[in-house]
């Protein structure tokens, strides 16, 4: 049995500078105090200005806790992207984050395609699904909005 990649894309406004919301993201150690389902991250390799290029994560997911390790890709400015490069339950989590200036703040759009190693029924991978990207955006909008405009450093 043959299962496809599922992608899906959420978009949301962020009321903070996109160099905000940027330092959020590329802030790897601070996830788990805003990211509900994550609890522990360990930066494996960093790139010549200290951001994060390989990422081992472990999530609670589905009722058990699974690991996955993220490469991540900077050449395009106004995108945090990754691919799977390890993971136990999952065979694709490849994804990024895009920002834009925009006027209440900034435009983020949020895609994620998701490849699990077992297929899942569609109703559970809906909701799972759903569940991901609703806590990836708005938790995410959350933790920079009650930054208050700029990241500790």
Avoid: C
């Avoid at 996830?31 to 930066?43: C, G, H, M, N, R």
Wanted: charge should be negative.
């Amino acid at each position: 049995m043959t299962s496809m990649a599922d992608r899906v894309t959420e978009h949301t406004t962020i009321a903070a500078d996109p160099n905000v919301v940027l330092g959020v993201l590329l802030d790897f150690p601070a996830y788990p105090e805003w990211a509900t389902d994550l609890k522990s991250i360990e930066v494996l390799e960093t790139d010549d200005q200290g951001r994060g290029i390989s990422v081992r994560y472990r999530a609670a997911g589905m009722g058990r806790s699974t690991s996955y390790t993220l490469a991540y890709d900077y050449s395009d400015p106004a995108r945090v992207a990754w691919k799977l490069t390890d993971g136990d339950i999952v065979r694709k989590l490849d994804g990024h984050y895009e920002m834009h200036s925009a006027d209440a703040g900034t435009a983020v759009t949020y895609e994620l395609e998701v490849e699990l190693v077992v297929p899942l029924p569609g109703f559970v991978k809906a909701r799972t699904q759903g569940r991901i990207m609703h806590s990836a955006l708005h938790e995410l909008k959350s933790r920079v909005e009650g930054l208050g405009g700029s990241p500790a450093s």
